[in-house]
């Protein structure tokens, strides 16, 4: 069964489902895995309808004093091995399949970036040195810029031309070429031509 199939469910299918999967000797923990849910988006979202596992029977029953938005409702007779209906359950309570599903979808995420997020900030402290000379030089914004630009154009005769340009633009223009002495003029142009003929053609 895939992740959506099983969201789809009503929550009493779901924990049906769950109870089947685990009759089978198989632990919650790979029910889960094999489904795409984290284990504890299935404790939550059965907690809140009033299903907790037991470590006995190896299976999620209703326990009506279970910490959720069920609780203060009467135990189900033994007949529907105590579980209750969710759609009575649900009634009772003012609460929809759907507002379970949507949710979970939040917890489900959060769930499954975990690893993601203790992986991140383990790069960003072993890194932590390095980013912050990065930053400081963005923040001087120098050497970020002048590692940017690669000239990349054919030897070639050049031809001087006279050309009609917008003059505040040639001010900036400039006003970079005296910043960053370290690239002629000729060059950045016919860079910039060439950078803007190959994105455009």
Do not use: W
């Amino acid at each position: 069964m895939t992740k959506d199939q099983f969201n789809s469910l009503g929550i009493l299918e779901q924990v049906e489902y769950i109870n089947s999967q685990l009759e089978n000797n198989k632990s919650i923990t790979s029910v889960c895995k094999d489904i795409g849910v984290g284990r504890s988006t299935i404790r939550d979202r059965f907690k809140k309808a009033g299903f907790l596992h037991s470590k006995e029977s190896n299976s999620y029953k209703y326990n009506d004093s279970a910490t959720n938005t069920l609780q203060g409702h009467s135990e189900p007779n033994n007949d529907t091995n105590n579980r209750r209906s969710t759609t009575d359950t649900h009634k009772e309570n003012n609460v929809s399949d759907t507002d379970v599903v949507q949710s979970d979808k939040v917890t489900d995420i959060i769930n499954k970036s975990d690893v993601e997020i203790k992986e991140t900030i383990i790069n960003i402290v072993n890194d932590y040195d390095v980013l912050k000379e990065m930053i400081e030089l963005h923040r001087r914004n120098t050497s970020v810029i002048k590692q940017q630009i690669i000239i990349d154009v054919e030897e070639s005769e050049s031809k001087l031309v006279t050309l009609r340009v917008n003059t505040r633009e040639l001010e900036l223009f400039n006003e970079f070429c005296d910043d960053n002495k370290q690239y002629k003029k000729i060059d950045l142009i016919s860079q910039a031509l060439k950078e803007f003929r190959e994105n455009h053609s």
